[in-house]
């Protein structure tokens, strides 16, 4: 468990570091230009996932996520206790992720964000993306688990895009993404509302993949 609890916190807090880091440097390289930021920002995230999924899957599973973790304790994967373990473990490494990224860009080590997301739109957009991704995580599982990562990283990079909130679909993203007021971030008024978004949108693709597959869905 603890080396299990590690993989957890040091795989979160790098994926922070990148997404809190890429942000910045995108938009100071960008000049003004928000389409050329998001592009760093989701390019070097979708590249860092799937080298973090690649590495830590056989050391915890590579959960880096509440959302994936709660889903896997549902489907009796993990237990209660482990469960709550790994949520820990990735709180604390999401901020310190952060913390790692603003040490870089010599900003303090950690601020309120003032970006607003907030709204119908924004809500439903955290549901798909969160549902996508975690029927990206179960079926690759499933069918294709060598081409999980792949199959991760290709997918938060296009769903950088394609919905409207730019794809948080984590919660502790989210959370720790509160503390940086910077490109990447969320003002903490909103995070509740994404969060719950997010859990929303798993579930439901825990019970829409248990319907495609009936009985075979809990296989891997």
């Known amino acids: 468990m603890r080396t299990r609890l590690l993989a957890e916190g040091l795989g979160t807090a790098l994926l922070l570091a990148t997404v809190v880091g ?35 899957t056989p050391l915890s599973g590579a959960h880096f996520n509440p959302a994936v973790t709660l ?30 990224a603003h040490a870089m860009f010599d900003l303090p ?26 029927l990206t995580i179960l ?13 991760i990283a290709c997918y938060i990079s296009a769903a950088y895009w394609f919905t409207a909130s730019t794809s948080f679909a984590n919660p502790v993203v989210t959370m720790a993404r509160a503390a940086t007021d910077t490109f990447s971030g969320i003002r903490p008024a909103d995070v509740f509302q994404f969060v719950l978004a997010q859990l929303a949108g798993a579930i439901a693709a825990m019970l829409w993949v248990r319907f495609m597959l009936g009985s075979n869905a809990r296989q891997r």
Request: hydrophobic residues 60%.
């Open 22 to 56: 890429s942000g910045i440097m995108g938009e100071r390289l960008a000049n003004g230009n928000a389409a050329v930021a998001l592009l760093a920002n989701a390019l070097a995230t979708g590249a860092m996932l799937f080298v973090l999924i690649s590495l830590f």
């Open 71 to 100: 889903v896997e304790w549902m489907n009796r994967s993990l237990g209660a206790k482990a469960a709550l373990s790994y949520v820990g473990a990735q709180i604390a490494g999401a901020f310190l992720g952060v913390i790692i």
């Open 109 to 134: 080590p950690l601020f309120a964000s003032t970006h607003v997301r907030t709204g119908a739109a924004q809500w439903w957009s955290e549901f798909v993306a969160t549902f996508g991704l975690l």
């Open 139 to 151: 079926l690759g599982n499933r069918l294709t688990p060598q081409r999980t990562a792949m199959l």
